[in-house]
């Protein structure tokens, strides 16, 4: 994974996908012409009411859709040298921060066994830093493989 310009690892952090626009609209409209049908069979035996509650239900899976989409635009770059670990944080909308680490002081720390609940923190003098929040357990555990590796062999780098 070493190139000319020294980086040990280089990887971008993306939450999974959520489905494509066209599938997103299918289950759309599939859900409002099963509300449709709900509507109008409580309508015709008389309980009107039911009719916002349905469009309510409606408007609601559309705003999760779109909140959905909007979350899966986060991420996170991950570059380490053996000078440097950088993380580069970019949210959905508005400006993302940078953070350095010296690799040397950096500790890794992931449950073992990695479980749903399980966070990947950096600690470094005392502070620690979540990354990959938004991976699966599985792709956590893999990464933070990944980078324990590439922190290593940047500390056996260091005079």
């Not at 494509?20 to 035996?45: D, E, R, T």
């Not at 408007?59 to 580069?88: D, H, K, N, P, Q």
């Not at 992931?110 to 792709?139: C, M, N, V, Y």
């Amino acid at each position: 994974m070493t190139s000319e310009s020294g980086v040990l690892l280089d990887r971008v952090l993306r939450p999974s996908p959520p489905l494509s626009p066209h599938s997103l609209i299918a289950v759309l409209a599939l859900v409002a012409l099963l509300n449709l049908a709900i509507i109008l069979f409580f309508v015709g035996k008389g309980a009107w009411p039911v009719a916002p509650f349905m469009g309510a239900d409606l408007a609601l899976l559309a705003w999760a859709f779109r909140a959905s989409s909007i979350a899966a635009g986060r991420e996170e770059r991950v570059t380490l040298t053996a000078s440097r670990l950088r993380i580069v944080r970019k949210p959905p909308r508005g400006r993302g921060d940078e953070l350095s680490f010296n690799p040397y002081w950096v500790r890794l720390q992931l449950d073992d066994p990695a479980e749903h609940g399980s966070q990947l923190t950096l600690w470094s003098h005392g502070k620690g830093l979540r990354i990959g929040a938004f991976l699966a357990t599985g792709e956590r555990a893999h990464f933070a493989k990944t980078l324990q590796s590439a922190l290593r062999r940047a500390r056996e780098t260091i005079p």
